[in-house]
């Protein structure tokens, strides 16, 4: 019987020695590359180099070193194949039965601030996967093992049966074909960025399992949670959670809506959010009292709400949410005072998320549908209040127009049909996803109530006819913003202009589905 072999080629040496050390009790030869085969020397494992198989020396700064017949033929050859059998004999290829490798470190490289081209390139492992596939495509003769977390569970098998298990060979195959299907589209990713193709016939995404949920939307529903491979760090992905029960399916979604909302704005700010809707958002000059408006604007939608504040939370503004059942609070930081104060609710999450790197965030927008999945540009579409249209006899005064300035802020991010009331600081109505805009108005107007009286309105799309305007009129509204572009929108502005209302067009349109 022929000695079994071991190919190990490792960039991530972990835990690398205990493995090649148990394979040798199991009396398997080890092959390895050059600065594995050093690591293993050093650690008293005698190896055969691959030079000795290849009779080639590695060459070109290791860009061929076990890129060979002697290799591949031994991993790929099919041991009840009598031809492949004769090939090997005829060609003196020993059998490989064991792959142990991982790849060079192209995530780690691409992720370095400045790194070159260059250097970028040279990470890409071209031998590597190369043997990995030729070792999981004959994982039935051959084991393959690109995680070092696998090494005792092969290591097990060959001491209890002297073998693997053609199930263990099968899944740890499965596993080596998603590991460089996930390093090829990650180097895909990076070379279509480099040049600047936006729209690649083929899309190869590619994320990482970070968490799997207890269960989806509903109970009855299996889910999981998955994160880009290149962290994105003002994500929900990447806040780090300080105390409180895991987050759920839904908890990630609301997370996600609030997170986005707060990119906002600069000033200190609070939103919070109930399935996927702001209920309230609040700006001022503390980051107390723009929880107090928050709060104020629906003290009933925000029991069980989301919340992200973005600045620290202090012991005063702790002790105000103490009082109210929220899920989730998300911030840059927390006092101690306050930290102490909220975690005595054992269940809240309380969650710190990068501020810093609001900005950076990711440009691409993905939907999945049955058989699909859409991709769009995220809306982050810059306007300016002052370029906006006054189409109305009466212009805006200063303070409706910030007033305006923060409800068209606050409305892209409500389901459509969406409008929002507001004053200069605070949401005062929130009409959702209605199917009719007039809908949206009734309720955002129902829940303003008194208040109805300081507020101006936004409409995240044109008026498709004049009832709204003619409905927001009747209760006293001052000033609406809306994109503009219905056929009938001289309607809605002889509506305004007959109440008196000051109507400004943005051009932009905010649909959110
Ligand atoms: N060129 C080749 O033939 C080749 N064969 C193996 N490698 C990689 O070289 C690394 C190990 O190199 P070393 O043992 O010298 O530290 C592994 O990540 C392995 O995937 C290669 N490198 C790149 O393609």
Redesign the pocket.
Known sequence: MTTKRAL??????TGIIEFAKGLVEQEVEII????????LEQAGISTIS?EEITDFP?M?D???????PKIHGGLLGCRNASEHLEAMALHKIHPIDFVC????PFKQTILKDNVSQTEAIEN?????????RSGAKNHEFVTVVVDPADYPLILTELSEQGETTLLTRQKLAAKVFRHTAAYDALIAGYLTDLVGETQPETLTLTYDLKQTLRYGENSHQQAMFYQDVLPVSFSIAQAKQLHGKELSYNNIKDADAAIRISREFNQPAVVAVKHMNPCGIGIASTIYEAYQYTYAADPVSIFGGVIVLNREVDRQTAEKMHKVFLEIIIAPSFSKEAFELLATKKNLRILTLDFTKKNQAVLDEKTAVLGGLLIQNQDLIEEIAENWQVVTKRKPTADELAALDFAWKAVKHVKSNAIVLSNNHQTLGIGAGQMNRVGSVQIAIEQAGEKVDEAVLASDAFFPMSDSVEYAAKYGIKAIVQPGGSIKDQESIDMADKYGIAMVFTDVRHFRH
């Open positions: 190990i080629s490792v960039s991530d040496k390895s590359t050059g600065g594995t085969k050093a690591v691959i590695e070109m290791g860009r061929v070193k076990t890129l060979h490798v991982n790849l060079y890409i492992d071209i031998g590597g996967p190369s043997m990995l």
